[in-house]
């Protein structure tokens, strides 16, 4: 094989300020990718940020195929998921969280005053299957700002 044929790939820095801002969503969950195929040579991982304002939540949904892991910067979010989504997991400042294929949940802010951020990283990609959604009071100990 001639180095002709062999392609370079170097570390790639995606600058604050210059995400990749046109990834799937989910309701009040906005979510920008440093790391991505859509805007590096990454092929297996999507890598991002994910926010909800006080008192935002996303739509039911799920990940497809992706394994999809967290680590929260700040805040208080939950996670809840289950039958009707009455079940439920708390994260704060410096948690991690796995959420496994496929598993229909609901990403809430539960602070009415602070942001929820949040870094995810998801392989294969940033599948985002929105679900039908639910009413606000379904949710226990949910309230919106």
């Given at each position: 094989?001639?180095?002709?044929?062999?392609?370079?790939?170097?570390?790639?820095?995606?600058?604050?300020?210059?995400?990749?801002?046109?990834?799937?969503?989910s309701?009040?969950?906005?979510?920008?990718?440093?790391?991505?195929?859509?805007?590096?040579?990454?092929t297996?991982?999507?890598?991002?940020?994910?926010?909800?304002?006080?008192?935002?939540?996303?739509?039911?949904?799920?990940?497809?195929?992706?394994?999809?892991?967290?680590?929260?910067?700040t805040?208080?979010?939950?996670?809840?998921?289950?039958?009707?989504?009455?079940?439920?997991?708390?994260?704060?400042?410096?948690?991690?969280?796995?959420?496994?294929?496929?598993?229909?949940?609901?990403?809430?802010?539960?602070?009415?005053?602070?942001?929820?951020?949040?870094?995810?990283?998801?392989?294969?990609?940033?599948?985002?299957?929105?679900?039908?959604?639910?009413?606000?009071?379904?949710?226990?100990?949910?309230?919106?700002?």
């Amino acid at each position: 094989m001639s180095n002709d044929s062999v392609t370079e790939v170097v570390p790639v820095v995606t600058r604050k300020g210059f995400e990749y801002q046109a990834t799937a969503q989910s309701g009040g969950a906005k979510r920008v990718s440093g790391v991505s195929i859509q805007h590096t040579p990454a092929t297996k991982i999507w890598y991002g940020k994910v926010t909800n304002e006080p008192g935002y939540r996303s739509l039911p949904h799920h990940h497809g195929e992706a394994e999809t892991g967290g680590y929260v910067l700040t805040g208080h979010g939950r996670i809840y998921f289950g039958e009707n989504y009455t079940e439920f997991v708390d994260m704060t400042e410096g948690d991690f969280v796995f959420v496994p294929p496929y598993m229909p949940h609901v990403e809430v802010n539960m602070s009415l005053t602070d942001e929820l951020v949040w870094l995810t990283a998801r392989t294969p990609d940033n599948i985002v299957v929105n679900l039908p959604d639910v009413d606000d009071a379904s949710l226990e100990g949910y309230r919106r700002a």
